[in-house]
């Protein structure tokens, strides 16, 4: 291949957790330029993206595909996910249960309108993976493979802060 048609992209590695059980480790190929904000392509561009199919590179440096449905959750280092903030941020803590049983805590933080700032107004909202951080990583939990999630403090609590 002509090195002319190669977009030039950086790697973050990303931990998988498929509907099949497996976990494994992979570098994810990311743009230097993201199509729908300034700045780098994150991985939450990737799987919140229009492409079924996501190229990856294994341990072994070959490459895999691996259908994006298929993923539970996609952990990642928190500093691929950082971003530039332009409006109100809300954060919630909350526990998150996924269809195998595997419950995940962290914070969700996220930008809605005046009037649908509610955590289930997020999840409702366009966009497939939801951004749950935990200290310094981000699960990206795919939102079709979510039973129940949880606040982990009141309403009242996180409003008296």
């Not at 509907?19 to 729908?36: H, I, K, M, P």
């Not at 590179?57 to 298929?70: F, K, N, Q």
């Amino acid at each position: 291949m002509s090195k002319e048609y190669c977009v030039p992209k950086s790697t973050a590695r990303v931990r998988l957790l498929l509907v099949t059980g497996e976990s494994f480790s992979f570098d994810l190929y990311l743009g230097r330029q993201a199509e729908s904000h300034a700045g780098e392509e994150r991985p939450s561009d990737v799987f919140n993206g229009d492409r079924h199919f996501i190229p990856l590179s294994g341990p072994d440096g070959r490459l895999a595909i691996v259908r994006r449905d298929a993923v539970m959750v996609a952990s990642v280092a928190a500093e691929h996910e950082t971003g530039p903030a332009c409006g109100e941020l809300t954060a919630a803590r909350v526990e998150v249960t996924i269809e195998n049983g595997t419950a995940l805590r962290g914070t969700v933080t996220y930008m809605m309108p005046e009037g649908e700032r509610r955590i289930q107004d997020h999840l409702n909202a366009p966009g497939r993976f939801l951004a749950l951080t935990e200290g310094a990583m981000v699960h990206l939990i795919n939102k079709a493979r979510i039973v129940r999630l949880s606040a982990m403090e009141s309403a009242e609590a996180a409003a008296s802060r």
